[in-house]
C-alpha cells in the first residue's frame, strides 16, 4: 500500500480496523461440472413433453469476508449441452442448449453443539435457452428466466486424513418466471409469445468432499441434485400479422438436474 493511502485509513479507521481489513482476502472457487437433466411438462395431470440432456460446463465462486462470522459470496455457473425432445409432435435429438445462474448470498458462520454451520440467504437468476428450432419446420426457440430469492445451510464436518464434508441444503423461492416463445421461427408473421410465471420453487441437494492440498488451497468434490417445479404460467394471446389466433401458455413444468462437480479452492 502506498504510504500516503496507509497513514489516511490508520486516521479515519484506526489501526485495528485496518488490520482487520487487511486480512479479509477475496476467496475464490474455479470448477468443472457435468449433469443429466430431465425437464418435463405437464397439462391436467399428463405428460405434453419432455426433455433429457447431458451438460457440461464451468463454475464459480468469489467470496469476501465482511466481519469475522460473515460473508457475501458472488456464485456463478455456465453450462451448455444437447437434449433428447419427446412429445406427441415428435421425437427429436441432438438439440443444443445452454444456461447459467448467478447469485449473490450473505453466509454467517455459528457453532451449535461442536458443529459449524453456515447459514446463508440472497437472490438468483436462472437462465436457459433451449434450441427447439433446431428440429425443423414447427420448431422455435424457447428463452426462459427465473428470478428467485435463496436461503440455505451448509454444515462443516471433520472427517480424518485431511478431508471434511460440507452437505448443503438450498431452497428457491421462485419471484417470478419469464418464457419467451420465438414463434417467429415457425413464420415471420407471428409475435414472439411471452408468459409470466409466479409460483413455483427450486432445490439443491449437495454434499463436498473437501480436502487441502496447500496452505489456503483446497479441491472438492460435489454431488448434487437440484430441482425446479413451477406452475402454469398466465395466458397470452398468440397473434399472426397482428390478429389473434390462438393463446398460448406455458404448463407446469418439473426439472430435475443430477450431477458432479470438481472445483479448486484458493
Request: hydrophobic share 35%.
Amino acid at each position: 500500500m502506498h504510504k500516503s493511502l496507509y497513514l489516511a485509513a490508520l486516521f479515519t479507521l484506526g489501526a485495528p480496523t485496518l488490520a482487520c481489513a487487511a486480512e479479509r482476502q477475496p476467496l475464490v472457487k474455479l470448477g468443472i461440472e457435468g449433469y443429466r437433466e430431465h425437464y418435463e411438462e405437464t397439462v391436467d395431470g399428463s405428460r405434453f413433453m419432455e426433455e433429457k440432456a447431458r451438460m457440461y460446463g464451468l463454475t464459480g465462486a468469489l467470496r469476501m469476508e465482511v466481519s469475522e462470522q460473515g460473508a457475501l459470496a458472488l456464485e456463478g455457473r455456465f453450462v451448455r449441452g444437447n437434449a433428447d425432445y419427446d412429445s406427441d409432435s415428435g421425437s427429436y435429438s441432438g438439440l443444443s442448449r445452454r444456461s447459467h445462474d448467478l447469485r449473490l448470498v450473505y453466509q454467517h458462520e455459528l457453532t451449535a453443539k461442536g458443529v459449524r454451520f453456515v447459514p446463508e440467504f440472497g437472490v438468483g437468476v436462472r437462465e436457459l435457452t433451449d434450441n427447439l428450432q433446431e428440429s425443423g419446420p414447427g420448431g422455435y426457440r424457447r428463452e426462459s428466466t427465473y428470478r428467485y430469492a435463496t436461503i440455505g445451510v451448509r454444515s462443516l464436518h471433520e472427517l480424518g486424513n485431511g478431508w471434511r464434508l460440507e452437505p448443503k441444503l438450498s431452497y428457491n423461492h421462485l419471484i417470478e418466471g419469464e418464457q419467451v416463445s420465438r414463434l417467429r421461427d415457425v413464420d415471420a408473421n407471428f409475435s414472439d409469445l411471452t408468459n409470466k410465471q409466479t409460483k413455483g420453487y427450486g432445490f439443491e441437494l449437495s454434499a463436498s468432499f473437501v480436502t487441502e492440498v496447500d496452505a489456503g488451497k483446497a479441491v472438492s468434490i460435489t454431488p448434487f441434485w437440484r430441482g425446479w417445479r413451477i406452475d402454469d404460467s398466465n395466458v397470452q394471446p398468440i397473434r399472426s400479422a397482428g390478429v389473434q389466433v390462438g393463446e398460448g401458455m406455458e404448463p407446469k413444468n418439473e426439472t430435475n438436474e443430477i450431477g458432479l462437480s470438481l472445483a479448486y479452492h484458493f
